[in-house]
């Protein structure tokens, strides 16, 4: 059975960057049948996916065109975990971010386990 | 990036079937069968209910059925039940390796 856990703080400052980690068991981050994803959820913007990363006998990385500029999602093979760094947050970045994991092994077919969710608030 | 559209809301009576349409573009929806559904309760994570327009994953019930036609993807799900109650998502793969989502759908059973 997959689980997906999250971690990182809840509260971050204006113009700082937002840090999530996202621990693995039951799988492999390094799997070539799998992809690693992050997506938020808010009231204003409902659920949106923010990007991935793969491996298919290199790393890949995929970003949402609306944080391309901003973010970085990098697996750690030794701790078996993946994780978001989202840089310069604004109030508008203040959302549930929830990590998934994806068996396309090309595109994404559907988004089978979910992490339990984290709320960020971003606020000074 | 333009979220798929979906009715705000949609309603039926226990044991009835209700259909929630997603209507995408030809970059997404239309393009590739990569639609997935998912149903969130309240507090909860989403939950996968169907995949590739119609794939449904091991423990969900055959009450959910998926289809596609054209740059529309459909979700039926018959012989309603109180635990439906929920909101329901599409999402799809779309050209440049991206993956875009629905506005959400609430289902209410009367």
């Known amino acids: 059975q997959v689980q997906l856990q999250q971690s990182g703080p809840g509260l971050v400052k204006p113009s700082q960057t937002l840090s999530l980690t996202c621990a693995i068991s039951g799988d492999s981050v390094s799997s070539n049948r799998a992809a690693w994803n992050w997506i938020r959820q808010s009231p204003s913007r409902g659920l949106e996916w923010l990007g991935r990363?793969?491996?298919?006998?290199?790393?890949?990385?995929d970003y949402a065109v609306s944080v391309k500029s901003r973010i970085t999602i990098n697996p750690d093979t030794s701790k078996n975990q993946f994780s978001l760094q989202l840089n310069s947050v604004t109030p508008e970045d203040t959302a549930v971010y929830y990590c998934a994991r994806d068996q396309g092994e090309v595109a994404t077919i559907g988004f089978d386990y979910w992490g339990q969710g984290s709320l960020v608030t971003v606020s000074s | 990036q333009s979220a798929l559209t979906q009715p705000a809301s949609v309603s039926g009576s226990p044991g009835q079937s209700i259909t929630i349409s997603c209507t995408g573009t030809s970059s997404d929806v239309g393009s590739y069968n990569l639609v997935s559904w998912y149903q969130q309760h309240p507090g909860k994570a989403p939950k996968l209910m169907i995949y590739?327009?119609?794939q449904r994953p091991s423990g969900v019930s055959n009450r959910f059925s998926g289809s596609k036609s054209g740059y529309t993807a459909s979700l039926t799900i018959s012989g309603l039940q109180a635990e439906d109650e929920a909101d329901y998502y599409c999402s799809s793969y779309e050209a440049g390796g991206t993956v875009v989502f629905g506005g959400g759908t609430k289902l209410t059973v009367l």
């Open positions: 990363t793969y491996y298919r006998s290199k790393w890949y990385n």
């Open positions: 590739e327009v119609s």
